[in-house]
Every structure is written in C-alpha cells, then in structure tokens.
C-alpha cells in the first residue's frame, strides 16, 4: 500500500505540471494589455508599468515565466494578486466557505441520489421509476446557471424560502443551502442513474440469486451483496465530483454572490488577475488530484478483491 501511495504521488507531478502549464499559458499569453484597467479609468504611469512587468516577468519568454512561477510554486508561494496580497492569504479565507458549500453539496447528492436509485432500481420500471427517469433527465439537459436563476426567482424571492443571495463572509449553512442544492442537483441526477443502473444490473446476478437459494432473505442479499457491489462506480463518480464540484462552485458562487474561492476566481477573471487565477485554480488541481487518491483507496476497503500492488 505504501509503495502504491508513493508511485500515485509521483504520477500527481506531470499532473500539476501540464495543468498548470496549459493555466498560465492561456492566461498570460492572451492578447492585450496586461496592465489596462490596474490604475481605474487613468492610465497608469510609465513607473508603475515598468515596476508591474518586471514583478510578473512579463518581458521574459513564455516557458521562462513558467519556469519561474513553478519554482516559487514549489517554495509554496501561489504569487501575489495585483494588489500585492498573497494569493495564498485569499485562498485561506475563501477555502472554508468554499469546502462548506461543496460538502453540503455532496451529502445532498450522495443521499438523495443513491436513495432514488436503489428505490427506482429496486422498483424497476413502476411509476416511481419512469418519474425519477424524467425528473433526472430534465436536470442533466438545463445549465446550472438557469437552474440557479430559476432557484433564486422561486425559491428566493416568490416564496421566500432561502435567502436570494449570500451577504455575510463567514456565510451560515441556512444561507448556502439553497447554492448547496443547486450545486448538487446536477449531480444527484447522475448518481441516482448510475446507482439505478448497477443495482439492476446486480440483482439480475448469478450470486444473488444463488445467496436468496441458500435461504438469504430478499432484504439481506440485497443489502449485503447486490448493494455494497452497485456502491463502488457510485462512491468513485462522488469522489471525483467533488473536485467537479469546486470547479463548478465557480458559476454557483457567481450567482449567489459568495465569498469562496469560486467567486474569487470568477472576479479574478473579469480583472484579468492572472496570478490570482493560476495560483487559485493550482490549488483547486492539487486537491482534485488528492481525492481522487483517497478515492481509489476507499476501493479496497469498498471491496477487498480490488489490489493496490
């Protein structure tokens, strides 16, 4: 097991590396002035353009400017945002709130999603079933960003439910619950179909209709066989959402104004803050990269027959 870590941790490296390459190169080789719009509506002065371009390396070849950045990146320096504040100071602020909203989002979509599947797949092809089919079906075909304006007009303003927006920094789970299930209700199409599918799948199975012969009842072959089986692709597609999810809190965290590392990234872009886009969404790799171990590590305990040597 040790050794599998150690080899997933060194494949991680060209990981980060092409992400953080294909980051930077779309960021600071966009067409353009870098400097426009750092000064307000005045230009700004020959010094402060001078001093700006020699902070960022911006007269330095492309691969010389990355080669500078991973260099500082592996000193644990995410560089500086156009105001001199360390990106990594941001990112200590907004992570907490951001973590908040994407584990909500998660425990949404892991109950209600595996609990519809394993209903519709234990009822397959009764009312319930086609109504979940439908239902998931029209969330998987409608933008997050519709399904979020629609939760704040209904939900927000007609019956006053949930707050329409975030207005506090340390925001409370009764004000990200609503960005939580919006967040989620993508994803919980998704795993009650996947969850839906493998249960079917593995009730059809040679060894639980052997257990239900040997005397198991219905409701422990179901529960000890068919269903911790139908639980691996489902636990594996919830781990890699999660990093899924943070990407997505980018939009999410836009529309309900809040101040987590989604909607710091969606204010760096409009600014063209490169150092605090590449430094944020580097962060946001290395811990997409860091569940997706811990995802295939949850493999064996999930089913011991699965091997890390």
């Known amino acids: 097991m040790g050794t599998y870590i150690v080899r997933r941790i060194l494949q ?3 990981v980060i590396l092409g992400a953080t390459f294909l980051i930077f190169a779309m960021v600071f080789a966009l067409p353009g002035d870098p400097v426009a719009g750092k000064c307000g509506e005045r230009p700004c002065s020959a010094a402060y353009r001078a001093a700006f371009i020699e902070k960022y390396n911006l007269d330095d070849p492309l691969p010389v400017q990355y ?6 990146l592996a000193k644990g320096d995410l560089g500086t945002t156009s105001s001199d504040i360390p990106v990594a100071d941001q990112l200590k602020l907004r992570v907490p709130v951001t973590a908040k909203l994407a584990f909500m989002a998660i425990l949404i979509e892991a109950v209600i999603g595996i609990l519809a599947g394993v209903v519709t797949g234990i009822r397959k092809g009764g009312f319930l ?3 979940v089919l439908v239902s998931t079906l029209v969330l998987i075909s409608i933008p997050i960003f519709v399904i979020g304006n629609v939760a704040q007009l209904y939900l927000g303003v007609k019956f006053g439910l949930f ?3 975030v207005t506090s ?4 789970f009764y004000e990200l619950l609503l960005p939580a299930l ?3 209700s993508l994803s919980v199409a998704y795993v009650a179909r996947l969850m839906r599918t493998n249960l079917v799948e593995n009730l059809r199975s040679d060894y639980v209709r052997t257990a239900i012969s040997k005397g198991l009842t219905k409701r422990r072959a179901y529960g000890l066989h068919a269903l911790r089986n139908s639980l691996i692709p489902v636990v594996t597609f919830i781990g890699f959402d999660f990093g899924a999810l943070l990407g997505g809190a980018v939009v999410t965290e836009g529309i309900f104004n809040i101040p987590g590392v989604g909607g710091y990234i969606f204010r760096a872009i409009r600014v063209r803050d490169g150092a605090s886009v590449v430094g944020s969404v580097t962060f946001l790799v290395i811990v997409y990269l860091i569940v997706n171990l811990l995802v295939d590590l949850l493999y064996g305990l999930l089913d011991p ?3 890390h040597d």
């Open 67 to 72: 080669g500078k950045y991973v260099i500082n």
């Open 182 to 184: 919006v967040l989620g």
């Open 163 to 165: 707050p329409v927006t």
């Open 12 to 14: 991680m490296i060209p």
């Open 305 to 307: 027959r699965i091997s």
């Open 129 to 131: 079933d086609n109504l």
């Open 169 to 172: 920094a340390n925001p409370s």
